[in-house]
C-alpha cells in the first residue's frame, strides 16, 4: 500500500485526483494520469510548471511549502510550482496556481524547459517536464494556508546565500531553477524592471 494512501493524503488533498498530462522525452502527451499516480515511486513523466515572481524592488517571492504537502513539507521553494491540468493551456493553468497559492497575477514570460527526476524519501517523487516562466507582481498578496506555510520577499543576492548556506532546506527544483536563471536568464529578469 502506498505511503500517500496509508498517511490518508488522499483524503486531506482532492487534487491528488486531478488529472495531469503525461509525456514523454520529446514532451509528446502519452496520456492523462492522477496527480497521485504520477507522484508515486519513482514518478511518472509529467508537465508541470514553476514559476518565480518579483516585485517592483526586484526581490523574488519565495515560498515556504505547506506541511500538509506529501512531497518536500515545510521547505522553502519558489513562488508557484504546479500542473497543468487535462486539457488546459500553459499559461492559463500558471495563472489560475498563482492566483490560488498567492492571490496575485502576473504578465508571465517562458523562459525554458526541463525534465528533472528527484525522490523525497521514500514517499514519492516528481518526474517532470518542467517549463520555467519569470513575472512581476504587486507585493500585496494573500495565501492560502493549504498550499504555502510562510513567504518572503528576498533580493537576488539573498537568494544567491541562501542557496549556499541552506540547500538543504530547498525543493530540489528551485536550486536547479535558480542556478539556470542566474547563468542564462539574468538578462530577461533584469528587463522586468526596465
Known amino acids: 500500500m502506498d505511503k500517500w494512501v496509508n498517511n490518508g493524503l488522499h483524503h486531506r488533498d482532492p487534487s491528488l485526483n486531478d488529472m495531469l498530462v503525461t509525456v514523454d522525452k520529446n514532451d509528446d502527451v502519452t496520456g492523462y494520469e492522477t496527480k497521485l499516480r504520477c507522484h508515486q ?12 515572481v518579483f516585485n517592483s524592488e526586484q526581490q523574488l517571492l519565495v515560498q515556504q511549502r505547506s506541511a500538509l504537502k506529501p ?9 508557484v510550482c504546479s500542473h497543468p491540468r487535462q486539457d488546459e493551456p500553459f499559461e492559463e493553468a500558471v495563472n489560475r496556481r498563482l492566483q490560488e497559492e498567492i492571490g496575485a497575477s502576473s504578465q508571465l514570460i517562458y523562459l525554458y524547459q526541463f525534465e528533472y527526476q528527484a525522490s523525497y524519501l521514500d514517499v514519492g517523487a516528481e518526474h517532470e517536464m518542467c517549463s520555467v516562466y519569470i513575472g512581476k507582481i504587486e507585493p500585496a498578496i494573500c495565501v492560502d494556508p493549504a498550499e504555502v506555510a ?14 549556499i548556506a541552506s540547500p538543504e532546506r530547498l525543493t530540489p527544483w528551485f536550486k536547479m531553477e535558480w542556478k539556470r536563471l542566474m547563468s ?11
Open 41 to 52: 515511486g519513482q514518478g511518472v513523466l509529467h508537465r508541470a510548471f514553476s514559476l518565480f
Open 71 to 79: 512531497l518536500w513539507p515545510l521547505f522553502w521553494s519558489n513562488s
Open 150 to 163: 510562510d513567504t518572503e520577499f528576498m533580493s537576488i543576492e539573498a537568494v544567491n546565500r541562501l542557496m
Open 184 to 194: 542564462e536568464h539574468r538578462d530577461e529578469i533584469d528587463a522586468l524592471f526596465r
